[in-house]
């Protein structure tokens, strides 16, 4: 298997998957390496909903597409290269997100990462303890050569995508993982320098190592 900090540094997202079936313990693996992660308390409040069901993930497809017609698309026409990328990689990059809006129902799993936010309002820290579990799986699936990739779009219309994935209405979902095979090969991942993002002891002086 390979070393950690190759994991880490290799696991991009993969946003063009193949349809193929994912055997049944490698996404157990994957689950029991979001549990791992640490929450506020420890009170483990996350839960994750394991969806192969076609209807369900195309109900939700097209939440996710209208979010992309609407917003996500024209932001990605005027958008800036982000930091470690230039305009060649950030039209593939962009393609790929087409790719996936067209496809996301094609994964043949998709974790969908919620939390039992009980009565209680969710507040700004209210992903806190989710998130970790979702980068413990993401690492997880590339060590098993899964490719996946971190999404959020549908939260965009939240009430009606967890309306679509049948939850209750203490529990929300913070993200959906697609995950599969991927079409493609794993590789670096591209992000700026750490000058351009650490800054050492005041806020505006750079780090130096």
Known sequence: ???LFDIIRTTRAMRRLKPDPIPDDLVRQILEAGTCAPSGGNAQKWRFLVVKNPETKQAVQRLYKRAYDEVI???YATASPPPGSDPAKYARQHAAVEYLTEHFHE???WIVVCQDDGTTPPTRGAGASVYPAVQNMLLAARALGLGSTLTT???MFAKEADAALGL???IH???ILPIGYPIGNFGPVGRGRLEEVVFSEKWGVPYTS
């Open 1 to 3: 298997m390979p070393e």
């Open 73 to 75: 698309g024209p932001r």
């Open 107 to 109: 994964a043949p799993v």
């Open 153 to 155: 779009r549908h939260m």
């Open 168 to 170: 209750p209405e203490n």
């Open 173 to 175: 979902s913070y993200a």
